[in-house]
């Protein structure tokens, strides 16, 4: 993405109806991060550990987007440009933990990853039916999209790794779409990077014309 998408940047974030949206959206993460953890625990799934860890990451990066609101452009870029590092430390986090499990297996219960992985896919859609109409705009109102796509996204990998498990017998199916999910991770983040790298380049050949 070159730098010259920061001149079709059309929408920051400042209309009202969208913090109303993020306020909204930040709060329903925040809950599913609660309900989906410990159940990923009970149920012994890394896919739904994963699909929790990333409802914490965004509750967290959705509030700074919140706050950030209305800055500078360097300062949205930069916030933006950490989200994205964070997010792929967190597919980096999803990526060894996976690794790792392959060497400690325990079969997942694919009834729990089932019915929570379709309760976090409810909530992941409503998510991005509410930010639909603010999908595009600068890096930051961008990442939050990207993000809560993605979230939808692997809510369905999860209900398909439950299925997988329950067909085979075995946690490998879990483990797949971990690493799947870890992958989706990092693809989010090189594209937020992108964007935001670009946003800051944009300006700063701006500002020195």
């Known amino acids: 993405m070159g730098a010259h998408c920061c001149n079709d940047v059309k929408f920051e974030g400042l209309d009202p109806a969208y913090k109303r949206v993020l306020f909204i959206v930040i709060a329903i993460n925040a809950f599913m991060f609660l309900v989906e953890m410990p159940m990923g625990f009970v ?121 997988g498990v329950w067909v085979s017998g075995t946690g490998w199916p879990d483990l797949v779409v971990a690493g799947l999910m870890a992958s989706l991770f990092l693809s989010g983040a090189v594209a937020i990077v992108r964007q935001a790298r670009a946003e800051l380049h944009h300006h700063q050949h701006a500002a020195a014309e």
Do not use: H
Request: charged fraction near 10%; glycine fraction near 8%.
């Open 43 to 163: 149920g012994q799934s890394q896919a739904l550990k994963a699909d929790a860890l990333d409802f914490l990451g965004d509750t967290l990066t959705y509030t700074i987007s919140l706050l950030v609101i209305g800055k500078s452009i360097q300062t949205r870029a930069r916030v933006a440009l950490l989200k994205g590092l964070s997010l792929a430390l967190m597919g980096i986090w999803v990526l060894g933990s996976t690794v790792y499990t392959v060497f400690y297996t325990q079969q997942p219960a694919a009834m729990i990853m089932g019915s929570v992985g379709a309760a976090a896919l409810m909530a992941n859609v409503a998510s991005v039916l509410l930010l639909l109409r603010f999908k595009d705009g600068d890096a930051n109102v961008r990442s939050v999209w990207l993000c809560s796509r993605n979230d939808a996204i692997g809510n369905v990998m999860v209900m398909v790794a439950a299925s």
